[in-house]
């Protein structure tokens, strides 16, 4: 039973891609310490936590539900756990609203207007996954995805008398901006299925060359997003020349993919993307209390 209850678990934290968090949760807490002008309080840090948590189980459960068909159909997706059976249906489903009803929970225990606003956000959650049925900018919808977590926090913190909101919003923009964008490198793996199931990406309807230019763009736009947070906060050298950092990794990344190799995307994709969080994140922060 134990071996069991131990496999379960792997299964279901490989299938929402906990390790993933690390491309929102910097960036949330952030905003914590930006919201709340230096040290947030405890309860407030542990019950965003718990939202975020429960949000991104929702959002992937959801995600995997959605795309199970097209998962089965793809070479790189066919191990999945809701293809192979190692997770049921049934499971998947429960598992899905019962971390719904946990992020509404989290939500309720912030403040009003995070509870409010909680439908919305799973709305946004549960929407993006089925957006590639229908048009090429549905990664966008995994970026906005992402990019709530900044305002999301924010909120926490603020509740009704959110202030200047162009801080957490400018903030949002710069990971809604990167996620798009390195998702846009993500698909390039699958440009060839999706054309073949009738699914909408940027490479699969611009081609490989393009779609990565088109990524370029987007990341151009959201280091200009990112270095706008600083004047916006009264951040200082700490937080800006974080930025610089970042910018350069994600230069790093667009010279590590290329249309005639990709043999190096998920490099490009967690390595990179994943230290980009953690450095805009943490030094974000450090500037922050320095300042206080």
């Known amino acids: 039973m134990v071996l069991s209850f131990v496999r379960s678990l792997g299964d279901t934290l490989s299938m929402i891609r906990?390790?993933?968090?690390?491309?929102?949760?910097?960036?949330?807490?952030?905003?914590?310490?930006?919201?709340?002008?230096?040290?947030?309080e405890a309860r407030v840090v542990l019950w965003v936590l718990?939202?975020?948590?429960?949000?991104?189980?929702?959002?992937?459960?959801?995600?995997?539900?959605?795309?199970?068909?097209?998962?089965?159909?793809?070479?790189?997706?066919?191990?999945?756990?809701?293809?192979?059976?190692?997770?049921?249906?049934r499971f998947v489903g429960v598992f899905t609203l019962v971390s719904a009803l946990v992020f509404v929970v989290a939500a309720s225990r912030l403040n009003d207007v995070a509870l409010f606003l909680s439908p919305v956000v799973l709305a946004v959650l549960f929407g993006y996954s089925f957006l590639k049925r229908f048009t090429a900018l549905a990664h966008f919808g995994v970026g906005l995805a992402l990019g709530l977590s900044p305002l999301g926090a924010w909120i926490a913190v603020r509740g009704a008398d959110a202030g200047?909101?162009?801080?957490?919003?400018?903030?949002?923009?710069?990971?809604?901006?990167?996620?798009?964008?390195?998702?846009?490198?993500?698909?390039?793996?699958?440009?060839?299925?999706?054309?073949?199931?009738?699914?909408?990406?940027?490479?699969?309807?611009?081609?490989?060359?393009?779609?990565?230019?088109?990524?370029?763009?987007?990341?151009?736009?959201?280091?200009?997003?990112?270095?706008?947070?600083?004047?916006?906060?009264?951040?200082?050298?700490?937080?800006l020349g974080a930025v610089g950092l970042a910018a350069a990794l994600l230069v790093v990344e667009h010279r590590i993919v290329s249309p005639a190799?990709?043999?190096?995307?998920?490099?490009?994709?967690?390595?990179?993307?994943?230290?980009?969080?953690?450095?805009?994140?943490?030094?974000?922060?450090?500037?922050?209390?320095?300042?206080?």
């Open 50 to 89: 718990v939202a975020m948590l429960a949000a991104r189980s929702a959002a992937m459960g959801m995600n995997r539900l959605a795309d199970r068909r097209f998962d089965a159909a793809n070479p790189r997706t066919a191990g999945r756990e809701l293809v192979t059976g190692a997770l049921s249906v």
């Open 261 to 292: 190799d990709l043999s190096r995307v998920n490099a490009a994709f967690f390595t990179v993307n994943g230290f980009v969080a953690l450095i805009l994140g943490a030094a974000g922060i450090l500037d922050v209390l320095v300042g206080m």
């Open 164 to 239: 200047d909101l162009r801080v957490p919003l400018a903030l949002g923009a710069g990971v809604l901006l990167w996620v798009a964008g390195f998702d846009v490198i993500y698909a390039c793996q699958d440009a060839e299925v999706d054309r073949q199931l009738g699914l909408c990406s940027l490479p699969a309807r611009l081609g490989v060359q393009r779609a990565l230019g088109v990524a370029a763009l987007l990341h151009v736009l959201c280091v200009v997003a990112f270095a706008a947070v600083g004047p916006l906060a009264g951040l200082g050298w700490i937080y």
């Open 18 to 40: 906990f390790s993933h968090s690390v491309f929102s949760l910097p960036f949330a807490l952030f905003a914590l310490f930006l919201a709340a002008d230096g040290w947030p």
